[in-house]
């Protein structure tokens, strides 16, 4: 039965990236016969540009007939200046993941043995590294209700947002949380502010009900100053961290830098049913944008993770993960991940590399 893959390339470094996955998608396609339908929609500032909103119409039937979506990245000062719910991020990304009710974000850091030394740790920190982020999605300080610019009484302007989460958003993000830990090294870590913030207390207080279902878990609570302290300090002490949508999203970019770039990390999006959309950590990166220099691995690491997670095809993203570390084991590394004595590529470079290898 024929799959089909719908590929958003985005914004910034977005379209360039996107065409490295098409080639590896393109490649494991023929070669094992997948039978997947590869399909392309507009996101973000592109389709701004081109079809007057960041989430069209035809984009959004598009997702609802995929499988599985891999989204590079959306965003770009062109559209900075835009009414916030009309941007990129808040019109288009923020809509997907809302609409598709994608509130189960797996964040991968693993550092590769091969990229210790790009890494912002001593190697000894860092060697061995395999921390899961699971940060909650749809829900908290992103999407809560009311939010806006206001002008008070005394006429000057106010922002303000809500963080928010009823008990039921907490104990399905703590559902997908103990059971990932379950099958990895049963330790988690829920990430809060109970010190201060009300809405983390109950996160706690639910957190630690649901703990007497999941015995083998050792759960452990870390307030979040703390969590960011600890990744730095001794990141190695961590297995699965489950956090909110805003503080998964601030520590999930600290974890990359332990692994040596953001440019390498990928993530899954799940809704409850494990249909998902998969996207790089990184964003669309627009100083970099246009000069062929960004680092593709991220997607093409999100691939192998959609291929896995939503599509069941298991031996396939074996097989790209491979690739992929045997173009590390080349010594071929983009800009953000070179170290001397490697020898720095292109964006096509790399993705051509990574099809070499496959095919090898
Ligand atoms: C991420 C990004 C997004 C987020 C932005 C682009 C809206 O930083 O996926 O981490 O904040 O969720
Ligand atoms: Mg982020």
New binding site residues.
């Given amino acids: 039965m024929s799959k089909k893959v719908l590929i958003l390339p985005g914004d910034g470094i977005g379209p360039e990236i996107s065409t490295e996955v098409d080639k590896v998608l393109a490649l494991v396609n023929q070669q094992y016969s997948l039978g997947l339908e590869l399909d392309h929609a507009l996101v973000g500032g592109a389709a701004i540009d081109a079809a007057g909103s960041a989430f069209p119409e035809q984009t959004w039937q598009k997702c609802q007939s995929a499988d599985a979506i891999l989204l590079a990245?959306?965003?770009g000062p062109k559209w900075d200046s835009l009414p916030p719910k009309e941007r990129p991020?808040?019109g288009g990304?923020?809509q997907i993941r809302s609409r598709l009710e994608l509130f189960g974000n797996l964040r991968p850091a693993i550092l590769y043995p091969q990229l210790a030394a790009a890494s912002s740790l001593k190697p000894e920190l860092v060697s061995g590294l395999d921390i899961l982020i699971v940060r909650e999605?749809t829900g908290g300080i992103?999407f809560g209700q009311p939010r806006g610019i206001r002008v008070k009484e005394d006429g000057t302007r106010e922002g303000y947002n809500t963080y928010v989460y009823d008990e039921n958003e907490i104990r399905r993000i703590g559902k997908v949380a103990f059971e990932t830990a379950m099958k990895r090294n049963k330790k988690l870590c829920s990430v809060d502010k109970a010190n201060v913030l009300e809405v983390t207390m109950l996160w706690r207080e639910i957190m630690d009900e649901m703990s007497s279902d999941y015995p083998e878990v050792e759960l452990s609570h870390m307030y979040v100053d703390n969590a960011a302290m600890q990744l730095i300090r001794a990141p190695k002490q961590f297995d699965v961290i489950v956090t909110g949508?805003m503080f998964g999203?601030i520590l999930?970019?600290a974890a990359a830098m332990l692994t040596g770039s953001i440019g390498m990390l990928p993530?899954a999006s799940l809704d409850i049913n494990g249909k998902g959309m998969y996207?790089p950590?990184h964003?669309?990166a627009p100083d970099i944008a246009g000069q062929g220099i960004a680092n593709p691995l991220a997607m093409i690491l999100s691939a192998s993770m959609m291929l896995r997670h939503s599509l069941g095809m298991q031996d396939v993203a074996d097989k790209i993960e491979q690739a992929v570390e045997s173009v590390l084991d080349q010594g071929l590394r983009t800009a953000d991940i070179y170290s001397e004595g490697t020898t720095k590529v292109s964006t096509s470079e790399m993705g051509d590399a990574v099809v070499a290898a496959l095919q090898a």
Avoid: A, M
Wanted: aromatic share 6%; net charge negative.
């Fill in positions: 990245c959306v965003g991020e808040i990304l923020l999605l992103y949508n999203d999930s970019d993530s996207e950590c964003g669309s």
